[in-house]
Nanobody, 119 residues
Framework: QVQLVESGGGLVQAGGSLRLSCAAS????????MGWYRQAPGKQRELVAT???????NYADSVKGRFTISRDNTKNTVSLQMNSLKPEDTAVYYC?????????????WGQGTQVTVSS
């Protein structure tokens, strides 16, 4: 099993930047697809970005070009650099790790970190 702990959330003005970090411990980090999800008030949790063990990335259309996900397999961390933030980016951001072992899916979540973007 893997444990995930997010940090870096906070309050920023529209147009500002913020960098979220997620530290993983436990299982072999390098074998997991890592991602960031967010849940805005009154909305379902949505995928923001993912990154595979080899570094391939995927972004939601709403954040593409503004957010960058990265990982450091040596330090067992995944980060989300958020630039040009908009009020609609306000949400609780969750770190996610997933892996399939012999067709069995494993999915792990951090506790979340609040990001608030003021207009």
């Amino acid at each position: 099993q893997v444990q995930l702990v997010e940090s870096g959330g906070g309050l920023v003005q529209a147009g500002g930047s913020l960098r979220l970090s997620c530290a993983a411990s436990g299982s072999i980090f390098s074998r997991y697809v890592m991602g960031w999800y967010r849940q805005a008030p009154g909305k379902q949790r949505e995928l923001v970005a993912t990154i595979t063990s080899s570094g391939s990335t995927n972004y939601a259309d709403s954040v593409k070009g503004r957010f960058t996900i990265s990982r450091d397999n040596t330090k067992n961390t995944v980060s989300l650099q958020m630039n040009s933030l908009k009020p609609e980016d306000t949400a609780v951001y969750y770190c996610n790790g997933r892996r399939v072992v012999l067709t069995t899916p494993y999915n792990y979540w951090g506790q979340g970190t609040q990001v608030t973007v003021s207009s």
